[in-house]
């Protein structure tokens, strides 16, 4: 199969579209949100590669040191996301990107691979059956249904860890709170739609918006792209939509 993948990086960020957002025709403000992260982040070494189409098929990882997640996996290369959507499933895609993730690391002498999933599927996270069919193994976990995987290329790689404070699923904090990044491009879209939903009904949601690496590696969820509390416990992964949340405040009688 001729199967062609682009790079994204700093010098064709511009032109090249992010695949993850190619459907979302009101994300054009999250689409530059995201961008802009990118940007940040390739000095890091962040790895954007797509599919050569118009379609939702791309890998991101950067090394775990200076991965957006509370996790202690120096000397690993991080997994943001692996996404194979659609038309495009079932044809090999996933394991031709992972196989390059591999080899990058591999030639950079990192100790492995890793990625936060969950114990079983879910939205927003790569298969946990996928992971283990390629090698992962369950490193550490957070509540309330996080995994820490990791693909260790010897039997006495370190193995890494989840940080004390993304593991209880717990907040000292009363009310709504969302923590976000734009690693995601919807997220600068529809946190803000949460805080005007919510004050509607006169209630109110804390939106804290993690700005730097360091924020996001002492972050309370190992999640960090989206990690919504309610009254202090863990909510919900998965971006909420008008929809959702409404379904949430009428459950909550809000």
């Not at 290369?77 to 090999?92: A, D, F, P, T």
């Not at 969302?178 to 491009?185: G, V």
């Given at each position: 199969m001729n199967t062609?993948?682009?790079?994204?990086?700093?010098?064709?960020?511009?032109?090249?579209?992010?695949?993850c957002a190619i459907s979302d025709k009101r994300g054009e403000?999250?689409?530059?949100?995201k961008k802009a992260w990118m940007k940040n982040a390739f000095a890091d070494?962040?790895?954007?590669?797509?599919?050569?189409?118009?379609?939702?098929?791309?890998?991101?990882?950067?090394?775990?040191?200076?991965a957006w997640y509370p996790i202690s996996a120096e000397g690993y290369?991080?997994?943001?996301?692996?996404?194979?959507?659609?038309?495009?499933?079932?044809?090999?895609h996933?394991?031709?990107?992972?196989?390059?993730?591999?080899?990058?690391?591999?030639?950079?002498?990192?100790?492995?691979?890793?990625?936060?999933?969950?114990?079983?599927?879910?939205?927003f996270l790569t298969?946990?059956?996928?992971?283990?069919?390629?090698?992962?193994?369950?490193?550490?976990?957070?509540?309330?249904?996080?995994?820490?995987?990791?693909?260790?290329?010897?039997?006495?790689?370190?193995?890494?860890?989840?940080?004390?404070?993304?593991?209880?699923g717990h907040i000292n904090e009363k009310g709504?709170?969302?923590?976000?990044?734009?690693?995601?491009?919807h997220t600068d879209k529809y946190a803000p739609l949460l805080r005007e939903m919510a004050e509607q009904r006169g209630a109110a949601v804390k939106l804290v918006k993690l700005e730097t690496k360091e924020q996001a590696q002492n972050a309370p969820g190992p999640f960090t792209t989206y990690s919504f509390f309610n009254d202090g416990k863990f909510v919900a992964h998965e971006i909420m939509g008008p929809a959702a949340f409404g379904k949430f405040m009428d459950k909550s009688g809000l």
């Open positions: 062609q993948f682009i790079s994204i990086d700093k010098d064709n960020i511009e032109r090249e579209h992010i695949c403000t999250g689409v530059a949100s070494g962040l790895v954007f590669q797509r599919l050569d189409e118009r379609g939702k098929v791309f890998l991101e990882y950067i090394p775990a040191g200076n290369m991080h997994i943001n996301c692996l996404w194979v959507s659609g038309q495009y499933q079932g044809k090999g996933a394991d031709r990107l992972l196989q390059g993730c591999v080899e990058d690391a591999k030639g950079q002498g990192k100790h492995g691979l890793t990625t936060i999933a969950s114990e079983k599927k879910r939205s298969d946990p059956g996928y992971l283990k069919h390629k090698g992962f193994m369950a490193a550490d976990t957070a509540e309330p249904y996080f995994v820490l995987y990791y693909m260790p290329f010897a039997e006495d790689a370190p193995v890494p860890k989840i940080k004390d404070c993304a593991k209880q709504m709170v969302l923590y976000y990044t734009n690693q995601c491009p």
